[in-house]
DNA sequence: TTGAAAGCGCTAACAG
DNA sequence: CTGTTAGCGCTTTCAA
């Protein structure tokens, strides 16, 4: 064994390489001039990016079929070539790097430095086989150029990192329906858990029995079929904070650019509407005045349109996201409709640009950032054995009042957002 | 073995029953049900999201510790418990499963059933360790809520799918620098190879270091220290054409809202602004008229401000990122400016949005679907040995035209886009 | 056509 | 304090 990994170690061309000559440890300092005269580097910090003149190529086309590298992938150190570096048996060199238990204080400096030297980067997929665990959760992510999605799923990132969990995220892109098979690349990888944040589970229809009994998973979404906590925010409570301002600026004819129907934030957010009429004893001239859209800028100014053909009467629209929020204000401007003159105009999400659009857009705050935090914490505690609630967790949203429904901020009265966090100086 | 696999068999619960009352396999229908009827799922389809009063809690609350699920999660079936469910060796079934050569056709049908039967799931992390390799690829990917660097990914992940490969992504959230962290994340799963997609990774000092030799790469930004092949659009010519346009509009005092200073993309298009300048034989009076924004809607904001107040006789804006141009748009209104009247603006990356504003942006369309087909391409010819360019790729931009620059479509003319495939449409 | 042996890199328990 | 034995789930010879 001990000679296997000497014989292996000869063979081996690692990261940094060994058996330098002095006993300092490699510098590389050969190789590192070499690079740093290559032209292909350029002149750092300085011009061009990419310097040199840029080759230019369609597609499918690459520039000179050269240079393999120099540097050739070598194989990792194992936990052997360390021992064997050191004189010790691999099984302590285990125990120093996890910083086990008792082991002679130069015995230990031996193999650190070993260790360093070879630059040894721990196999966790051999680790993971014997301790039946990865320390790894997964995250199922959609599309993550949907903005806000990308807003949840790093605040979840940083919760497990910050509880000394490492995460990978499988996105899943918009054209794709089928989530199950992310759900497999993890499950294969064997994470430890599995936090669900694409829309599409709610329409998968067998991701409910994959999931069961696999894993500890919590959703952002609900998911057929499978009992899984969800985390999310108040999606009524948006829709009747947004339709009840609108009521109290005096509105009664308040369109709806909607989202998929098919979701179930979608169906919240009617429900808030109505709830906002009844709570108000207003009769509601309800479907007729709703138009899908697909949470895009572009579906957002289709429906506008589409809504404004066919109830011209409207006076204010409830837009189920800011994107498509911005297609109804630039849909209403070439109908010359003044916003919020003629009509007014709320979205929901509180998105980055909301509060600079013109006019800006009055809309609801949807903590994104708390839901990652909150859902991972979640997540982690199910997976250390803790229990599943069995009700939903949703988050309480805000109002964000601006000028897009005659609220605030005259023209160069105020500027919209406080320098630095903009964003998150608002909400408050 | 035979008899461990059968005792572990015993004791596991797996995915799916296993010894169930028929010979039919399981169906879960008990359990389904007992699903159902729960409250917690509530009228799937229909109404609130999700459903029931919700219990609306601070950021840590949780609602009722209840119901560790019922179904447990148990551990995953191995080729063993395959195995001896089908009354073979494990080696037989690893052959069959991976479509190996000869075996009995009876055989082989038990094995897929049972295979089938106990929800077998792969373990990759085994299959890993004496394949030497993952088939698996690693995305260091930005704060994906920056929408730009989220369309690229997805365009890289769907490639690797294409051909075969699996991805996981890392994510850096924008308060790290330590990129490195990263790609140790990565590398300890054995990743085959990285796609490094973090503006970060210009900055990291050790990072070229601590990646040299170790995998193969592939980046969107130059890493210092390290070969590695770029992939990315033309940023001089971004900056040529979006000036030249100006340029050709009369503009001679052109005030620019540029990216982060640090980053090549700035410096390259400042570089084509000059370029853009000097091959009109105009003279330029140059650095007064930058003000540096962070990317962002609310740094391009107040960027602007600050330009305008040291140098109001702008005529026209370049700004590098379109949701910063966004909040020049807003800076302007704000000091009643009228765009295009008074001052011109012109983007960067042609972002979904950029259509829409009001007035239309006009902007210079990056290609970051195909970056990133190209960028994952040419990363999987590498892990296949195949040779790294020692040249960059870089793929052409192109002027997108449109109101925010005194061009097209008047208000109330046209409709920024053509219906569906709107981005897409107006790019070309 | 099938199974037995070996070993990937690692951790855990125990013996020296 | 250190090394030995055992085995995680898998693929790959090679022998039966």
Redesign the pocket.
């Known amino acids: 064994m001990g000679r296997?990994g000497i014989a292996?170690q000869a063979a081996w061309r690692g990261p940094r390489a060994r058996e330098s000559g002095s006993g300092t440890g490699w510098t590389g300092v050969g190789e590192e001039s070499a690079i740093a005269r290559d032209p292909s580097l350029g002149a750092l910090g300085s011009e061009p990016d990419p310097p040199g003149e840029p080759s230019v190529v369609g597609a499918r086309g690459l520039s000179r079929p050269d240079d393999t590298g120099g540097v050739g992938h070598g194989?990792?150190a194992?936990?052997?070539d360390v021992a064997s570096r050191a004189g010790?048996?691999?099984?302590?060199v285990?125990?120093v790097?996890?910083g086990g238990?008792?082991?002679?204080p130069?015995?230990?400096e031996r193999i650190r430095r070993a260790a360093e030297e070879v630059g040894?980067i721990?196999?966790v997929l051999?680790?993971g086989?014997?301790?039946?665990g990865t320390k790894t959760l997964g995250i199922v992510a959609a599309d993550p150029s949907d903005h806000v999605l990308g807003r949840f799923v790093v605040a979840a990132e940083i919760e497990a990192r910050r509880q000394g969990w490492a995460t990978v995220v499988a996105n899943v892109d918009a054209f794709t329906s089928d989530v199950g098979r992310h759900v497999e690349v993890l499950s294969e990888r064997r994470v430890d858990g599995i936090l669900m944040a694409a829309p599409q589970a709610e329409t998968d229809p067998d991701l409910g029995e994959r999931l069961r009994g696999l894993l500890p998973v919590v959703s952002l979404y609900t998911i057929l079929g499978l009992r899984a906590p969800l985390v999310g925010s108040d999606h009524v409570q948006t829709g009747m904070l947004a339709v009840r301002h609108l009521i109290l600026h005096g509105h009664r004819t308040v369109g709806v650019v909607a989202g998929t129907l098919g979701r179930h934030v979608t169906a919240a957010r009617m429900t808030g509407y109505a709830r906002a009429f009844s709570e108000s004893n207003i009769e509601l001239n309800d479907s007729d005045l709703v138009e899908e859209g697909d949470w895009t800028t572009a579906g957002g100014y289709l429906a506008t349109m589409r809504l404004l053909d066919r109830a011209p009467e409207v006076t204010a629209l409830f837009v189920h996201n800011d994107y498509m929020a911005m297609g109804a204000i630039r849909a209403l401007y070439e109908r010359n409709r003044d916003v919020p003159g003629d009509v007014a105009v709320v979205g929901c999400d509180d998105a980055p640009v909301a509060a600079y659009t013109v006019p800006s857009l009055t809309t609801v705050r949807v903590p994104f950032e708390d839901t990652g935090r909150v859902a991972m914490g979640l997540l982690l505690r199910m997976v250390g054995g803790g229990p599943a609630p069995i009700t939903s967790t949703l988050l309480p949203v805000e109002l964000v009042a601006r000028a897009s429904c005659g609220c605030a901020v005259a023209r160069g009265t105020a500027p919209p957002a406080a320098p630095g966090a903009a964003r998150r100086t608002e909400a408050m």
Do not use: I
């Open positions: 296997a292996r194989e990792y194992s936990l052997k010790v048996s691999f099984q302590t285990s125990k790097l996890n238990g008792s082991v002679a130069a015995t230990l040894y721990p196999n051999a680790r086989l014997v301790m039946r």
